[in-house]
């Protein structure tokens, strides 16, 4: 009977204190789980960024080759010198080295080509005939006097006028070939590959490469950043290995995607290439070198702004949690742009004001991250957002 009993005292006494917690009868210091972490909300610069890592190139090459015009590095057109009914280039001279700076219309090579130069001759020789048969059927035609007459010699005019005519552009096709027994730079640019040597034969393909002395970075850039890039943005570009901080500008934005991972693979990212012209290139940048990518898409300047882990809500109804003598207090608030770091802050809140981003128990347990860095800290009751959302 007395083990009764005293279960049941022990019982009213564990219930009389759930009560007394519940009801708040216990210190806050005692109550409390964890303590609020705030930022102060401040006048700052408010910016959405799509950051990625390309290579830098020269915004142009050029492949020469002797008796054919400058073509455009990989593409698809034949930059080879024509070796077959136009023979062979011996190289005379090389006038320049791999890394030389050169500028438009300087001679960098020259060359020979005896079998060319005897086709010229005799087309020169076609010619003549052609045209000394073109006269021959002409004068025939103006001499007939029948209509059988006419209509044989009529025939025999066209075919000496055709004849005349396609001698005639044979011999200007020769003698453009024969006139590129130079090397000749089509702009300003860099030497950046010399596969000649005087003396030797040059080869079927490019004789020479140049490149642009301008240059451009292009980076892929992923599916969820690529709709808020536009032409004509502007870009932060930094070249490590030359320690430079360059500028640029969104000049060319891929129409098709392409995948890092194997086709058909579900774990692919799906990613863009997107072009950046650099502005005033510093002499120590060369191609190849790695750079990393910084397109401002939405900035706001000097507004009022607080830390994205603040915000809570949804679009059209967003709040924040001020503490005001250690007691959050739920405000609301107007936004502009939205970022994963920062929100800009229209109305609702001043300059001072301590907002809670977290809690310290939240700390503990590993569901936060650092202030301001991007919405980490999960507050109750609080939503999500798109980063980079402006709204009116």
């Known amino acids: 009977m007395k083990l009764k009993v005293l279960a049941i005292v022990l019982l009213l006494a564990v219930g009389g204190a759930a009560i007394v917690v519940a009801g708040g ?44 015009a400058p073509t455009t590095s990989g ?24 890394g030389d700076t050169v500028a438009a219309k300087q001679v960098l090579a020259t060359a020979s080509n005896t079998i060319l130069a005897a086709d010229v001759v005799a087309a020169k020789n076609d010619v003549t005939s ?36 396609k001698a005639r552009a044979d011999l200007a096709t020769l003698q453009q070939t024969a006139a590129r027994a130079s ?52 870009a932060a570009v930094t070249v490590a290995a030359i320690g430079a901080d360059l500028t640029g500008t969104v000049t060319a934005i891929a129409p098709t995607a392409a995948s890092s991972g194997s086709s058909g693979s579900s774990s692919g990212v799906v990613s863009y290439a997107v072009t950046i012209a650099l502005g005033s ?9 790695t750079a990393d990518i910084t397109i401002t898409t939405a900035s706001a ?56 981003i977290g809690t310290s128990s939240q700390q503990r347990t590993g569901t936060t991250t650092n202030a301001g860095g991007g919405g980490g800290f999960v507050v109750p009751d609080g939503g999500g957002f798109r980063g980079g959302v402006r709204n009116p």
């Open 25 to 68: 009868g216990l210190p806050k210091s005692a109550a409390a789980a964890s303590n609020y972490l705030t930022s102060t909300a401040a006048i700052a610069d408010v910016s959405d960024d799509v950051a990625a890592t390309g290579a830098v190139a020269a915004s142009t090459g050029w492949d020469l080759a002797f008796g054919s």
């Open 75 to 98: 593409s698809s057109s034949d930059s080879s010198s024509a070796a077959g009914s136009t023979g062979t280039w011996t190289v005379t001279g090389v006038k320049v080295k791999v």
């Open 130 to 165: 052609a045209h000394l048969q073109f006269n021959a059927a002409q004068q025939a035609y103006d001499d007939a006097t029948t209509d059988n007459a006419i209509s044989q010699t009529r025939i025999g005019l066209l075919n000496a006028t055709n004849a005349y005519a």
């Open 183 to 234: 090397l000749v730079a089509p702009a300003a640019g860099i030497v950046t590959a010399i596969n000649i040597t005087a003396g030797a034969d040059a080869p079927s393909g490019a004789a020479m490469t140049i490149d642009s002395t301008s240059y451009q970075v292009t980076a892929d850039v992923v599916e969820s950043d690529v709709s808020s890039i536009q032409l004509a943005q502007p």
């Open 281 to 289: 290139p510093p002499k120590a940048l060369r191609a190849g070198m």
């Open 301 to 356: 300047n000097g507004v009022l702004a607080v830390p994205a882990a603040a915000i809570r809500g949804a679009a059209g109804n967003y709040s924040v949690l001020v503490l005001t003598n250690g007691t959050p207090e739920a405000r609301v608030v107007t936004v502009g742009l939205m970022t994963s770091s920062l929100v800009e802050i229209k109305s609702g809140l001043s300059a001072g004001d301590q907002v809670v």
